[in-house]
């Protein structure tokens, strides 16, 4: 703030504003009972020119200084800057004083015999009607000391309260406040609908060297469009969307709007009781969905009377959200992002969107939320070169440019973008309630190499490879959020040997780092490996069966989720049951085998929407899954509502059986019986819950039956019996099994002094535990 605007504003003081009487900015003056005396105001000094020039081309840094009311020698100057206005007067002191139109929109005069700044109001007229405004230029500024320290500092955990558009009251007057970071400026506007996009008369002020601009805009209320209309450092002038948005309009369109939350939470139980268990050491089974093509035309409001059910009826534990931040390309699966801070408008406002978090909570269903801050696209309304210089990216293209998806990478080392994507995390989190979030692409952050070649890459100052600035932001926002909200986890889509993903961040491993801070960590590795060997043939799986096995070398390294995710069902991967060798029935039952696998590994689970029935193509965006599969009048409806109905039945043993979920995290929960089986495409393996109960897995990928199957077991069981059995003629299968317990006998097998003989149905998976 320069001292001619101190001065200004240390002078308005000394006469408080009256309460606004919600004027809005374009309405019509009220008539008054009585016309207040008019009068010609005297001329003003002129205008500096060097004032005016910068004015006119949106790089003053210091509108207040010059604009609004000012005491001078022999009463108060007044100076509005109106353009297409026919006449401007000042109401003040029951006084109607006429300003003297100076041209380019300006308009001057002296009150006279006033020694001091009084409460006033503009009347302003346009051809047709005459407005009754608050002047923007006669109040204090509205973000304080606090908020501008922490900003400068890059610790604003709730950067969403200072920066954006904040509908409120300030100095008994009703407006927005606006505020935006753009340090290299030469100046900012605020420009919208409500000046016709024309924002020459809406001049910001710099509040210093945080870079950050600010006005306080009268009668500006929730609904308005707005944008930031930049001079760049080279005279240059770019409108921009604000990066921290709360709300969007709807893609194609661009433009912010001003809003406020009036959504009252019924979530209060699930919050209270979300993290009273550690997630590693709980239930948790995902059901991976794109809100916008699940049921494809749908609102959040009208998913909320669906999904929540769907869900909670198939047993999951949580869904997943594909990206619902603003982007504007559709087909990026939201992965894009241009709005970090705004639920997508393509399915209707933020509280609509709380309106289903909350609804889905009720229903008992968690909320996790794939979060991108990784990279951002490079449209000329967003980010990239925000205010004419890179400034949430790198400067240096060669750590900027994204080498795979033509984006842009965050400059993790600039404090002001770590501020924006740490206080991003905690927003959603804080304001949505989500209960974690999944950071998509972080092995792309964490590589300085990553998908560059020699000579396309800049080492860090060790000479390493590693994105030091990546991993403090990561251990940053890990941190934070932990530490703001409890029952939060977050996940990371890590897709290397990067060591201690899930460690803590204050434990330093062998590289010399420290942990990444996350909950659990995608098992990439998991997932190809184990479709690699169940997409081959029967006959030839014996030659891949460490491909099942090697996962259990590695399985306690970190905390895993096993993940059937969007990415295994797209771009010619085909969907999980058309991956399986064999003919229809062939496919169905591989799948079905694979899930009972699944569910049965150490680990939590993931599963994308369309496989919980087993659809045949690929999932598309633009139509979502094909539910006519389920429809009664399809002859092959059967087929996928048994696999339906397996899903379910997974998740209900799931749920009530600590020994899948219990010790995930832990070599105790898990024994081998038989991991060498390769002649005969058998695994069975036990888990043990923490108090030592047992749970027997069996599956057989082979297309054949195979009977008095010997298995060695703890000869502390007495007898197994049948829990869950996907050969079973309900899923679609052909029936066989174990109908009946089977005994434990003394005979030695598999390193174990007891064993059982059981039936192993084909290319299925059977689940005993003590009868």
């Not at 558009?165 to 406040?177: D, F, I, L, N």
């Not at 569910?599 to 006519?628: C, I, N, R, T």
């Not at 099994?737 to 084909?762: C, I, M, Q, W, Y």
Request: proline share 7%.
């Amino acid at each position: 703030m320069t001292a001619r605007s101190a001065r200004k504003t240390a002078r308005t003081t000394t006469d408080e504003v009256p309460p606004a009487k919600k004027a809005a900015a374009r309405t019509p003056a009220p008539r008054a009972e009585a016309e207040p005396d008019r009068t010609v105001a005297r001329p003003a000094p002129p205008l500096d020119a060097g004032d005016r020039a910068r004015l006119l081309a949106g790089e003053h840094h210091d509108p207040h200084g010059v604009l609004g009311a000012h005491p001078v020698r022999g009463g108060v100057v007044v100076r509005v800057l109106r353009p297409f206005a026919r006449e401007v007067a000042v109401l003040a002191k029951g006084r109607r004083t006429v300003l003297h139109d100076d041209g380019d929109g300006f308009f001057s005069g002296v009150l006279p015999l006033l020694r001091k700044v009084p409460a006033y109001e503009l009347r302003v007229r346009y051809d047709g009607d005459e407005l009754a405004v608050q002047d923007p230029y006669r109040f204090l500024p509205s973000l304080g000391e606090l908020d501008l320290h922490l900003i400068g500092e890059g610790r604003h955990e709730e950067l969403w309260k200072a920066l954006g558009a904040r509908p409120m009251t300030h100095q008994g007057v009703t407006g927005t406040r606006f505020t935006v970071w753009a340090p290299n400026a030469r100046g900012v506007r605020v420009t919208g609908d409500f000046v016709h996009w024309d924002g020459t008369g809406l001049p910001m002020r710099s509040l210093g060297s945080t870079g950050v601009w600010e006005l306080f805009v009268p009668g500006i209320a929730v609904g308005a469009l707005y944008k930031y209309d930049i001079t760049r450092p080279d005279g240059s002038h770019t409108v921009r969307a604000d990066p921290m948005a709360r709300r969007t309009e709807c893609p194609p369109n661009t433009a912010s709007i001003v809003t406020d939350s009036a959504y009252a939470w019924d979530d209060a139980e699930w919050m209270a009781k979300r993290g009273a268990r550690p997630h590693h050491e709980a239930p948790l089974s995902v059901y991976e969905v794109h809100l916008a093509s699940w049921r494809p035309g749908l609102t959040y409001r009208q998913l909320a009377e669906q999904l929540p059910a769907y869900v909670s009826d198939l047993g999951f534990t949580h869904v997943e959200l594909m990206p619902v931040t603003e982007h504007p390309f559709g087909g990026s699966w939201g992965y894009q992002v241009t709005g970090f801070y705004a639920p997508t408008a393509r399915m209707g406002t933020p509280d609509d969107f709380r309106f289903l978090v909350d609804a889905l909570h009720r229903a008992g269903i968690g909320v996790l939320m794939d979060w991108v801050p990784a990279h951002f696209p490079r449209d000329d309304w967003a980010l990239a070169e925000f205010d004419g210089r890179p400034l949430y990216e790198h400067e240096d293209p060669r750590r900027s440019a994204h080498p795979d998806w033509g984006t842009l990478e965050f400059d993790y080392g600039r404090k002001e973008v770590r501020n924006f994507l740490v206080a991003n995390a905690v927003y959603w989190c804080e304001e949505f309630h989500i209960d974690g979030l999944r950071v998509d692409a972080v092995a792309s952050m964490l590589y300085l190499d990553y998908s560059r070649e020699h000579g396309e890459w800049l080492p860090n100052e060790f000479g390493g490879r590693e994105n030091l600035d990546a991993v403090a932001f990561l251990q940053e926002m890990n941190a934070t959020v932990y530490r703001r909200c409890p029952g939060v986890i977050t996940f990371a889509e890590e897709s290397t040997a990067w060591d201690g993903v899930t460690r803590a961040t204050d434990q330093v491993g062998p590289g010399g780092f420290g942990g990444l801070g996350f909950g659990m960590k995608w098992n990439m590795g998991w997932m190809h490996d184990s479709l690699g060997y169940v997409s081959k043939e029967p006959v030839h799986r014996k030659y891949h069966h460490h491909e099942m096995t090697f996962s259990m070398v590695y399985a306690y390294s970190e905390n895993y989720i096993l993940p059937i995710s969007h990415d295994e069902v797209v771009h010619g991967k085909q969907a999980l049951v058309s991956k399986m060798p064999g003919d229809w029935w062939q496919q169905r039952a591989n799948h079905r085998a694979y899930l009972g696998f699944m569910w049965a590994h150490p680990g939590k689970q993931l599963l994308y929407m369309g496989q919980e029935f087993a659809q045949g193509a690929e999932w598309s965006v633009d139509h979502g899954p094909d539910w006519w599969l389920l429809d009664p009048s399809y002859s092959a409806e059967a087929d996928h509502r048994g696999v339906r109905d397996l899903v379910r039945e997974l998740n209900t043993v799931y749920g009530r059986t600590p020994a899948l979920w219990e010790r995930d995290t832990s070599p105790e929960g898990f024994a081998w019986v038989a991991g060498d089986a390769a002649e005969d495409n058998v695994f069975a393996f036990l888990r043990h819950d923490a108090e030592g109960a047992p749970l027997l897995a069996v599956c057989n990928f082979s297309p054949v039956v195979r009977h008095d199957y010997r298995l060695g077991v703890p000869e502390s069981v007495a007898a197994w019996a049948e829990v869950l059995n996907t050969d079973e003629t309900r899923y679609g299968g052909s029936g066989v099994g174990n109908p009946d317990p089977v005994k434990t006998e003394s005979v030695p097998f598999h390193g174990r002094s007891a064993s059982v003989r059981t039936t192993l149905p084909p290319l299925a998976t059977v689940w005993l535990r003590p009868a």
